[in-house]
């Protein structure tokens, strides 16, 4: 904490301390692309993630920088002008966060200077966007004394996705980061927001993350046209069933009306949809009974969907999630996230870990021509103010 009040100090030449706020990363244990389809997500925040440090100015100017990003340089914009500028890189999403705050009613009255850092590796699907924005949110309420209701922050987050910098995207990654426990993580409902929060009680297991190291860059569009196919499908169905969304569906149902929908890829993505929102509510009641061994199943059955059915894996995920379906102490594994890259996690023994990153890394350097990232997965709390002595 100290060196990044330095930097702060330093870079925006001011003597006084900064406020310091942090925003986890997250990881989706299970239910993979059903937030969009109005179905459930099981996701955790972890103790990487993006540290915001801010102070007030005096002026109506904003300065943002980050310390991932130094290339790019200190990014300057002014309160008259929050438009999203294509030149300001990774700065729209805290711009876009403050523009939204000030759409909705909230009174910022001047600028301010914003020191970013992050060590959620980028690219990696562990949703460093959200994280951004979370944090931002959390900085801003505390300089400008704002009264937000997190809720509320967490949906102004998603808007910054969708009607800000474009990117269809559902409300899990700002909700698992706004609303993350330690130790927990969170069923929640898409389409109501009703949540749970279920301990995660590994006992000699660990969650590992895999990073394949392979940039997303797929993953925004075609992300936007999944959702697409999958709003298609839904349309076809209202043609004689009365929901609202494809997570309405149970298995059996969409089984007797899937002839309803017309182009046979939207078929399968609606399958993938309604079937992982089934595996993911399957999955909270083997958790909380005990049962790893049938909640690794279903990890796996996911990763088979979004392989198969939702197309979203790549030949780089799959060989990470297959060559660790085949090492010992593994009880499943899956990608998570948009997929297209980024990671991948899996549930392992904790006296098998070193030998199961050697084996798996093994296979995917000789097959790729560069190494995976090998992470344990610490689950941490959610967006809130970094208090001395409590630096994650």
Known sequence: MNNL?????????????PHVFFAPGRINLI???TDYNGGHVFPTSISFGTYALGKKRTDPHFRFYSMNFPEVGVIECDLSDLRFNQVHDWANYPKGMIH???????????GADILYYGNIPNGAGLSSSASIEMATGVLLEHLFELNIDRIEMIRLGQKVENDYIGVNSGIMDQFAIGMGKRNHAILLNCQTLNYDYAPIELGNHAIMIMNTNKQRTLAASKYNERRQQCEQALADLKTECSINSLGDLTNEQLEQHKHLISNHINRKRAKHAVTENKRTLTALSKLQSGDLKEFGQ????????LQHDYE??????????????????VIGSRMTGAGFGGCAIAIVQKNK??????NVGHIYKHRFGYAATFYTAALGDGAKEITEGAFQ
């Open 5 to 17: 009040t330095k930097e702060f100090q330093k870079l925006f030449n001011r003597s006084e301390e």
């Open 31 to 33: 239910g993979e692309h």
């Open 100 to 110: 939204q705050l000030i759409e909705t009613g909230h009174s910022i009255e001047s």
């Open 298 to 305: 279903l990890m796996n059955a996911s990763h088979q969907s």
């Open 312 to 329: 979203v894996t790549g030949a780089e995920l799959d060989t990470v999630v297959e060559a660790a379906w085949k090492q010992e102490g």
């Open 353 to 358: 870990i070193d030998d199961f990153k050697d």
